[in-house]
């Protein structure tokens, strides 16, 4: 008897995987996290993590159409359906600073969109609601406040460990 129900369960349909599986990209959810490695010798490898698991730079400036804050540093990207993506960066300059150089670069004032935590938009390109889910921007996020230090640098142990304001660009995308 153990034997006949041992073979009818490994003759049972597998269970369904849960959707959506690992790796696959949903709007507004980050890629697969590259995760920091520990600090390895020089010249050594750690055949366990594959290359692609190793933080990228982030995009190409140009890629981008608007230009990245002078030192910022790429922290993730993110599908933003419709086949855009939008890209953080943090930058150790204050909010207003970012700003002002916003407002220098895309010689336009932008618009303050939430006063706590100070948020700042600027557009800077034409959003069609067919072809996009968000209009191409930038926006700028003070992340140091009375309650936060900042941003937490995603990679352990790199410096700074936290971003007093965060960057958030939708690049410009051509005509479809």
Known sequence: ?????????????????????????????????????????PGSQN???????????????????????????FLAS??????????????TASFVDVVGFYRSVLKQRGELIVDAPAT?????????????AFPPGVTVKDFQTQVSQGYPNPRLGAQPPRFPTVIQIVPVTSER
């Open 120 to 132: 700042h938009e600027f557009d800077v390109g034409r959003f069609r609601e067919e072809t996009m």
């Open 1 to 41: 008897m153990l034997f006949l129900a041992a073979m009818l369960a490994a003759q049972q349909p597998q269970a369904p995987k849960p959707f959506p599986q690992p790796g696959g990209q949903q709007p507004g959810k980050p890629e697969a996290p590259a995760r920091p490695l520990p600090p390895q010798p």
């Open 47 to 73: 055949p366990s993590v594959p290359a692609q698991a190793i933080p990228e730079a982030g995009p190409p400036e140009g890629s981008l159409g608007v230009p990245i804050y002078p030192g910022a540093q």
């Open 78 to 91: 993110y599908n933003a359906g419709r086949g855009q993506r939008f890209y953080w960066f943090g930058a």
